[in-house]
């Protein structure tokens, strides 16, 4: 299976389409500057004690007071808390973490009250995204993340991911860590570790350890909320988790862009820093690589895939549900039974291809074609897991009810990518009024007028749907041509998928959207 990553980069946000096999898997925007992303980590104050929820509301910038539960809390607070003391009152010089003695746990059924009060000031990591209408979900249990280790100070344990299945290697990465891990820090040694060489794990180690004490000599009399340490951004968070073997293509759209990307890739791996790739095509990087057409086709409430069958997606605040229906296969001629299994088998495979394309969280129910007998449910509850496999979201996956019903739970940490694939319509705009279509031609003509005898324009590019670009360069003495010979400007008309289709916009030079 090959991945290939689609980086559109535009003004306003980044984003990122990854591909397997030529399929749209994961979907990702990215605003530029983006604040509270999972893995921030942040100087906070205690706005509010809640003993009933034994939690706590913390003032960390945003515009609603993140929620931190007592179990968020992590057994080491005390030794966090007496830490962060230690960093807002040295100037210019972070405490040496190697050396301090470790504070004794906190209660495991203790209340929050008795280790946090109003107004206090506490370091957190954003665990969750701001949801809908709910604040960040925090944790003062940190992490540092590195492409093969994460970093978990005040901790002293080492943790092996469980898909690294040979017991050899498990003892070799185990002893490699614990001869060059620091006290009081405990590693995750992640999947893509596995056959590194000490050199490079001692490397990274040395890095994350860096970028630890590098975040607290900033703290120095530092007023919350604060910033402390950033994640990645997510197109370099997608590089660090993703990047394997099967990784065969990165593309982007932007120059600039494409230089960080492929600086970023050959600091973690060299070998593969030639497959990063500049587009710069005379159509949108997504229309080249047919995301758009995938996008249109995905993202609606009705999923078709295969043989006339089709998915019906509904969100509620409390669940997403899934309906399987078996559309135009209930007239292949088999047997009911088959037919069904075959229908259920192909829509789990598009069921967890869409489950991570839309990011879903929380609860899902998904109601499939009734079977009869439980071998075949034993058969899809088995491909439904293999499917899932390739999530790296957390996620519970239960056998079928007597109902047809399989419910799946999944980690959600971020909102749920929801992209309105209904276009408005062509003639009203939405409005309801019909604006006169035959007027279009004329009303792009008097716009170019503008920005050719007003603003001085002389280079211009104009994106249209492809049907009206089809019409403007319909014929050997075209409109466009005659466009740039009676106004003296050249011109370029480019069709676009991503518009509707009276929707139009002319670019710069610079190929930036020139704002009406």
């Not at 860096?210 to 919350?224: D, G, I, N």
């Not at 609860?363 to 496999?389: A, P, S």
Request: proline share 4%; net charge positive.
């Amino acid at each position: 299976m090959s991945s290939e990553l689609v980086i559109d980069v535009t003004s306003k946000e980044i984003v990122i389409a990854l591909l397997e096999n030529k399929q749209l898997v994961e979907l990702n925007k990215e605003k530029r500057n983006p604040k509270f992303a999972v893995g921030d980590i942040y100087l906070g104050r205690v706005k509010r004690i809640i003993p009933g929820l034994n939690a706590a509301f913390v003032d960390v910038g945003y515009s609603r007071d993140a929620f931190l539960h007592y179990l968020d809390l992590g057994p080491q607070f005390r030794s966090l808390d007496k830490f962060l003391k230690s960093s807002l009152s040295r100037k210019n010089k972070a405490p040496t973490l190697q050396r301090m003695k470790l504070e004794k746990d906190i209660d495991k059924n203790g209340k929050i009250s008795d280790v946090l009060s109003n107004g206090q000031k506490v370091i957190v990591q954003i665990a969750k995204e701001p949801i809908s209408t709910k604040g960040p979900r925090l944790s003062s249990e940190l992490s540092i993340a590195g492409r093969n280790l994460v970093l978990i100070p005040f901790s002293d344990k080492i943790s092996i991911s469980q898909r690294i299945k040979s017991s050899d290697e498990r003892k070799r990465l185990k002893r490699l860590i614990k001869s060059i891990k620091p006290k009081n820090f405990g590693v995750i040694i992640r999947t893509v570790a596995e056959g590194k060489k000490v050199a490079v794990l001692d490397r990274e180690l040395r890095g994350l350890l860096k970028k630890w004490e590098a975040s607290f000599t900033q703290l120095y009399q530092a007023t919350p909320p604060k910033l402390v340490l950033s994640e990645l951004d997510r197109t370099s968070a997608l590089l660090r988790d993703l990047l394997n073997v099967s990784f065969s293509n990165v593309y982007v759209n932007d120059a600039t862009f494409y230089h960080e990307v492929k600086d970023y890739i050959s600091t973690i791996a060299p070998e593969k820093k030639n497959i990063v790739k500049h587009y710069d095509g005379p159509n949108p990087i997504f229309d080249h690589f047919g995301i758009s057409k995938q996008i249109k086709a995905l993202f609606g409430r009705t999923v078709s895939f295969k043989n006339g069958a089709y998915l019906i997606i509904e969100h509620t605040e409390a669940l997403h549900s899934i309906d399987v229906n078996s559309g135009n296969c209930s007239k292949l001629g088999q047997d009911q039974e088959s037919n069904a299994l075959e229908v259920n088998m192909a829509a789990a495979r598009e069921i967890a291809r869409q489950l991570r394309l839309r990011d879903m969280g929380g609860i899902i129910v998904v109601d499939f074609i009734d079977m009869n007998t439980n071998e075949n449910k034993q058969k899809l509850f088995d491909k439904m897991r293999e499917e899932m496999k390739v999530d790296r979201t957390k996620h519970n996956i239960l056998p079928l009810t007597k109902f047809g019903l399989m419910q799946i739970t999944r980690q959600r940490v971020r909102p749920e990518m929801n992209i309105q694939t209904m276009e408005k319509c062509p003639t009203c705009n939405g409005t309801g009024e019909i604006r006169p279509a035959l007027l279009l031609v004329d009303e792009i003509e008097n716009y170019l007028k503008y920005l050719v005898k007003d603003l001085g324009y002389k280079r211009l590019t104009l994106k249209v749907h492809p049907y009206v670009a089809g019409y403007l360069k319909q014929g050997l003495f075209s409109l466009a041509v005659r466009w740039q010979l009676k106004h003296r400007v050249w011109l370029r008309v480019k069709g676009s998928e991503a518009f509707d289709f009276l929707h139009y916009s002319f670019f710069n030079p610079k190929n930036e959207r020139i704002e009406e």
